[in-house]
Each structure stands twice: as C-alpha cells, then as structure tokens.
C-alpha cells in the first residue's frame, strides 16, 4: 500500500512564495516520475510540474521561471516551489506518482487527497 501526504498549501499574497512537500511511503521500490498538478474551481485538472527519477523536469508553460520541482529519490519526496504567485494560481494542487514499484505490485499512478492554494490580497 502506497500513502501519499501533501502539506505545505495555504492563504498567500499575491508575489509571495509557498512550498509544498509530498512525502510518498509504502513498500515503495521506485517511483518513474512525480510531479504536481492542480485543479482550480470550474477547470480540469491540469499538469504544473514533474520530474522523473532520472531528474528530467517538465513544466506547464504558465509556471516556467516561477515554480521549481525537485525530488529526492531516496526518501520518496517531491516539492513544488512557488514564486510569484498570482491569484490565477489558486486551486487545489495535487501530487501525483506515475509509475510507481513496490515490493508486490506496480502501479501506473497515484494521487494524494490535494492541499489548497489559495492567492489573494
């Protein structure tokens, strides 16, 4: 059984910044890729940021030179920094495994329950 746990959401200013770590545990062998994505009132979900194992990063293009993902492979983390916020950032954001190894099974993707961004002044 994998656990996915998100924090770090929260009540922001516009151009502040906030972190938000995702701690994955289980019997978790290895995880291809983790990222984030969001999902604001009225919209679909939608991808802001992944990264694999190997380090490759992608972006959604309304984050590039705001927002940083990072991982750290040996404790199953992902994080999402964000700079310059904006209240069109506001959303529920989620952290999502694709592909993830454990000691008995495999699967293709998981979702944490979400943590709440919200962007005002």
């Known amino acids: 059984q994998v656990q996915l746990v998100e924090s770090g959401g929260g009540l922001v200013q516009p151009g502040e910044s906030l972190r938000l770590p995702c701690a994955a545990s289980?019997?978790?062998?290895?995880?291809?890729?983790m990222g984030w994505y969001r999902q604001a009132p009225g919209k679909e979900r939608e991808l802001v940021a992944a990264?694999?194992?190997?380090?490759?990063?992608n972006y959604a293009d309304f984050v590039k030179g705001r927002f940083t993902v990072s991982r750290d492979n040996a404790k199953n983390k992902v994080y999402l920094q964000m700079n310059s916020l904006q209240p069109e950032d506001t959303a529920v954001y989620y952290c999502?495994?694709?592909?993830?190894?454990?000691?008995?099974?495999?699967?293709?993707?998981?979702w944490g329950p979400g943590t709440q961004v919200t962007v005002s002044s």
């Open positions: 289980g019997s978790i062998i290895s995880i291809d890729a």
């Open positions: 990264v694999t194992i190997d380090g490759s990063t």
């Open positions: 999502k495994l694709d592909g993830v190894w454990t000691g008995l099974h495999f699967l293709s993707y998981y």
